[in-house]
């Protein structure tokens, strides 16, 4: 994901597409799990795979000359989502797939970004990546720590329950259990 450097955020191309397939893959199997139509469940992972692109635009927000970010620059961070929309919106992609990367960092009780949405306001799709970006983001390997393991990341999740749909939550929760007996869990160090 993002490394401290010279400058205060660099994004490592080929951590951002393994945490994208990830997501991706993530996303398609919560989606299966919730019974989605297969059209709605390929978008999902189209848009696990694109849901932070709008990072590739950062550097020209964030000036890297302070080290932690200052509020200025963290308010730039958090327009990826935009950003992200941004870049889609002309390209062909599908309604679900823009919503889906646009506000997938809402939180369920309405404390997220870009629109702090709650509830069944957020799109579905929003929703479901939430929960898989935030695994994903914890079985991950960082620059300042290391990956959890699975259960350690799942516990987590749990301790912030609050910020995800339980029902989704739940359908996540059935397939990283089922993808851990067969031992198909990777992390992505």
Known sequence: MAEMSGKVIRYNLETEIKHGIQVSN?????GMELRLPKEQCYDLAVAGMLHDIGKLRLSRYVSG??????????????????????????????????????????????????????GENIPLGSRILRICDTYAALTEKRPYRDAFSSSQ??????????????????????????EEERGEIESCS
Do not use: C
Not at 26 to 30: F, G, K, P
């Open 153 to 178: 990341a799942v516990r987590m999740m749990i301790d912030e329950v609050k910020n995800f749909d339980m029902q989704v939550f739940l359908a996540f929760q059935r397939v990283v259990h089922n």
């Open 26 to 30: 993530l996303a398609y199997a919560v």
């Open 65 to 118: 000359d302070r080290n932690p970010l200052v509020i200025e620059e963290i308010k730039y961070v958090r327009r990826h989502t935009q950003l992200g929309y941004e870049i889609l919106k002309d390209r062909g992609y599908s309604k679900f797939i823009l919503e889906a990367i646009y506000y997938h960092h809402e939180n369920y009780d309405g404390s997220g970004y870009p629109e702090n949405l709650e």
